[in-house]
Each structure stands twice: as C-alpha cells, then as structure tokens.
C-alpha cells in the first residue's frame, strides 16, 4: 500500500516532467530504427556468408541484433533517470516530506525502484509496440510471443540496472556522491567487466608464449563464467535459454557453470544484492 | 501520557555536539513553544522525533511510542511541517494534499485542508511555482491531513506575512480545540508569546529553562516599565514622593509625562503617590520586560 502510494507518486512527478516524452521518442526511434536495419542485414545475410557464419558457430537472429542496442540504450538511461533518486531527495530535503507521511525506508527505497522502472519501462515497451508494426510492415518474420518475451526480458534488465542504481544512489550521502558512485558502476559493468578478464587472458596466453586459440570457444572456462556475471552478460545468457539460441560465439555448454538459465539467477542477484546494501546504508542514515 | 518525553537524548555530528542529554516532556493537549536561536539543536530535536536522524544517546517517546522502533506507526499519528523540505515542483498542490491523506489513510477533502490554509484557488497548480509562504501553506495541510494527535511544527511562520502568521496561529488554536497536541519551534518570539501554553528555551543543545511565559517573566529579574502623564507638569515634591515608592528604580520627566522603571507590582502606589501629592493623572499605561530580553538573557547567559 505505502510502497505502491511511493512509486505512484514517484511515476506521477516523473510523468509530468518531459522525461517521460524524451524517453518514449527515443525508444519508439531506436527500436524501429534497428527492426528495420535487422530487416535490411537479413537480406544481406541470406545467401552464402549466412551460411559461413553458421559453419563458425555464429549465428543470427532479431534478437541478438536488437539486445546489442538496448543494452547499451537502457543501462545509460537507467543510470540518468534513477542516480538522484534517493540521495537527490535527500539533498533537497523532498525526503523530508515523504519520510514524515507514514511510509517506512525501505517502502521509499523501493517505491522509487519501481517508480524509476516504470518512467523507463513504459517507453520501451511503446517503442517495442511500435517496432513490432514497423516488423509486419517490411514483412520481418517475427512470432509475436518470442517478440514479447524479449520486451519483458528487457524491461527485467531495466529494473536490474535501475535497482543497482538506486541502490548506489541510497548508499551516497550527496548527490555529487551518487554521481560519482553511478558513473563508476557503469564504467565497471560495461567496460572493465569485458576488458579486464580479455586482458588477463591475452596476457596469459602471452606471458606463457601460447597463440591464441583460433576460434573465442576454445577459450577457457572460467573467462565465460566471469564475463557472464555482469547485468548485461547475464541478460543475454538469460535471453538464450527463453528465445530461439543465439550468440555471437558459440562455446560448450555442457558445463554447469555455463548453463544459460543461470542468467536469470545473475540478474536476480543484480537486482537484490545493491538494494540490500542500499538500504543497509541508508536506513542507518540521518538524513 | 505525555505527548512528547525526552530523555538525556545526546546528538553529536562528528565533532559538534548538537544536543547536550536534553531531557523534556509535553503533555498531551499543550501547546509547546520550543524557543531558541538558529543552531541551538530545535532542528535536530524535531528530527529525532520523526526518525530522521538518530540519537547518539538517551531515548524519547512521542504519543507513548519509540519513533526509532515504530517510525511509521509514531508518523501516522502526528502532522509534521519540517524545517529544509522541498516540495515536488511538478505535483500541485492538491496532488500534494491527497498524496498525505492517501499516505496517512484518512479520508479528509483535499480541497476542505486546502481552503483552511487559504490556498485552495491555487489548488490546481504546480507547487514549484507557489511563493515560500504558500508553499509553508501547502505543507501546513499535508500536516493537518488525517486528523493527527500531535502537530509538529518547525519553524511554522517562516516565509509567511504577518497576517499568515495570524492564520497559522488560528489554526494552531482550531487544532489544540480538537483535542490536539502541537509543539512548535521558533526563533520569532512573539509568535510563541501569542499563542504557547509552555515554552522551552533551548539553547546550545541544552533546555535552559522550561514554563509557563509569565512564569518566566516573574523568574526573570526584569521589570516593568510605566508611563503616566499628569495634568500639570509634576513638581519636586511630587516627584520625592514617586520615587521613594518602594520598587521604583528610576524615574524620568519630560514635561507632564514620567517615565518610571520599576520591579513588582508597585503601580497603584506610584499613582497614589501622585494623587496625594496633589497632582492629577490623566493617564497611565505600563509595559512588560520584553520577552525579547528574557530570552536574550537566558540565552546569553549560558553562551
């Protein structure tokens, strides 16, 4: 009851300010855009190197071409709508007004999760609605239900990344805290997370003079299971074991650790792990 | 049961002691003025109370509950107008009023609240662009939203114009006639003078004197100071006469009009002295040692 009064009122402001028609033009632009960029590369990928690509255990759908933007798009419009959601209140004393109605701090601090979620989630889904026409218009073979699976996987992964940034936002004291604390999570998530492991292991193959293997499935077990720990990874993995199997390499999954529903394990682990520190921080807090 | 009770409650920010085992209670139906300067701890006080910041030490109760065990149980119950909020630009202002009632389950009328603070024409509007007095109206009606059993109230009258003060007054009297508690704090004097019960006077993070106003108008060594004009200007006799009244500290001719200081309640015999001394008044009035002294004296003395 408190925590649906929180995220109401936190969709309500949100929905009032233009951020709402920023995001949900630039969904409906940038799903469109990359159905109908899918619709022109699957001509492109029909004929003889569709096949070659097969042959190295690439292969191709919709879906691996549409998550390569949206990664991208929802983890930085995660971070923007959602790094002030708490320390943000916090600083201009509009917490004060809440926390002195009868709601608890985790009913704040989850209010605005789902708040937050939705000043997102409502723009993805219209841009997915209307990428879906665009589909049928330039005649994409699309199954509607995989199609809507792969709306909701993402809206999941929005909730992820924006619980994780709520959660950075709750932990800080300031906003110039919660700034710093976001902009380091991303770096971390979407950049050091890939590299460091990728650097580790050439590094290792040339500190021991090995050549690389051949193909990325040959290499070893553990850089799949670390690279597949982040939120982004994890969508993908989790993308996997519901939709038709896509990737961008192939590799053995024989392996527990690499089995593919073990991303939605991650992605629930990215979405509890910060809100529990979150809170921890900030229901110790005066604010 | 007392509304309010404080117990040794110590605050420290770091190295700065905000509050020094302030120990106080308010009992229920009162209403409470908490005086003191900018930075004596009234803030920081009213925040332990709601749970916005904790205690280093010692505890309190507001309405017989622990507001740092039951927070949300402490706030369904009491209306608070915090000091450093900011509104929801983008909200109006009934928006506002109902996201309370909502929050607190009542069941009053928005526009009913809004028209108490007089701002129900506003009602429509986003309170981003209300003035600072509205905007204290504003969150004074979330606070009366749900019928709460203790108002607190910090620093109520700021931003507000004396005949907003005046209201903010009225309500406060509207409110403790429903049967409610309401603690306020303030640095204004005279919008405590005008309307509290008690009055505790807090000063660097410690209660420096707790009672009625003219409780502590007679405790204090201030006086009176009395005004009275006579028919002719007074002669030497007269004047021997008026200052020998025992009380009388000083007094100062300007023609017909003296002006006498004076400690106790001396000014029957002062007039007396006049009429036997054959002089005949024509007026008096007297004034009372300014509150603005009494706490300038409580609170300098122990700076």
């Known amino acids: ?287 | 049961m007392a509304a309010i009770k404080l117990d040794d409650v110590t605050k420290r920010f770091d190295e700065v002691t905000a509050l020094d085992e302030l120990s106080m209670t308010v009992e229920e139906g009162e209403v409470f003025g908490f005086l003191g300067p900018n930075g004596a701890g009234k803030s920081t006080t009213i925040d332990i109370l709601l749970d916005f910041v904790r205690p280093t030490s010692g505890s309190c109760t507001v309405l017989g509950m622990d507001p740092q065990r039951q927070p949300e149980a402490v706030r369904r119950r009491v209306g608070i107008l915090p000091d450093g909020y900011h509104v929801y630009d983008r909200l109006t202002g009934r928006q506002h009023v109902q996201f309370a009632i909502d929050s607190k389950a009542g069941d009053d009328d928005p526009m009913t609240l809004l028209e108490r603070v007089d701002i129900a024409d506003a009602a429509d509007r986003k309170a981003g662009g209300y003035s600072k007095g509205m905007t204290q109206r504003l969150v004074l009606a979330m606070a009366l939203a749900g019928e709460p059993d203790l108002l607190v109230l910090d620093e109520p009258t700021t931003g507000l114009d004396p005949a907003g003060a005046r209201e903010m007054r009225e309500i406060i009297r509207e409110e403790v006639d429903r049967g409610a508690t309401v603690f306020f704090s303030s640095h204004i004097l005279e919008q405590v003078e005008a309307v509290a019960d008690r009055v505790g006077i807090l000063s660097e993070g410690e209660l420096v004197a707790v009672d009625t106003i003219d409780n502590l108008r007679d405790a204090t060594a201030g006086g009176e100071t009395l005004t009275v004009t006579l028919s002719t200007p007074p002669d030497d006799n007269a004047l021997a006469a008026a200052e020998s009244v025992d009380g009388v500290q000083d007094v100062a001719v300007d023609g017909a009009t003296l002006t006498i200081s004076c400690q106790g309640n001396v000014k029957m015999d002062v007039l007396d002295a006049f009429e036997s001394a054959g002089h005949e008044v024509v007026d008096f009035s007297t004034e009372e040692t300014s509150l603005e002294d009494l706490f300038m004296q409580y609170t300098e003395v122990s700076a």
């Open chain 1, 1 to 287: 009851m408190s925590l649906a009064l929180v995220a109401k009122k936190d969709f309500q402001d949100a929905s009032r300010s233009r951020v709402l028609w920023i995001l949900s033009v630039l969904y409906v632009l940038l799903i469109s855009a990359m159905v109908w960029a899918f619709s022109a590369f699957e001509g492109l990928l029909a004929g003889d190197e569709a096949a070659a690509a097969a042959q190295q255990g690439v292969s191709f759908n919709l879906y691996i071409f549409l998550a390569g933007a949206t990664t991208l798009f929802i983890s930085a419009t995660a971070l923007v709508v959602s790094y002030k959601a708490i320390a943000g209140e916090r600083e201009s004393g509009q917490i004060k007004l809440l926390l002195g109605l009868p709601h608890s701090r985790l009913d704040v601090l989850l209010g605005k999760v789902l708040g937050r979620t939705a000043v997102l989630a409502v723009p993805v889904l219209l841009g997915f609605a209307v990428a879906l026409v665009v589909a049928f218009a330039l005649g994409v073979n699309v199954v509607v239900t995989e199609y809507a699976f792969f709306a909701l996987l993402t809206v999941l992964y929005a909730l992820v990344y924006v619980s994780i940034v709520v959660g950075v936002s709750a932990m800080a004291n300031t906003t110039t805290q919660a700034t710093a604390g976001a902009i380091s999570v991303f770096v971390v998530l979407e950049v050091l997370w890939d590299l460091v492991p990728t650097v580790t292991l050439f590094g290792y193959y040339y500190v021991t003079d090995q050549s690389l293997p051949v193909s990325p499935a040959e290499y070893p077990e553990w850089y799949y299971v670390v690279t597949r720990l982040a939120p982004t990874s994890a969508y993908n993995v989790a993308r996997n074991a519901v939709l038709p199997k896509s990737a961008s390499v192939s590799i053995d999954s024989s392996s527990f650790l690499l089995q593919d529903w073990l991303g939605f394990v991650v992605l629930g682990v990215w979405l509890v792990v910060p809100l529990v520190v979150g809170y921890w921080r900030f229901d110790a807090a005066d604010l």
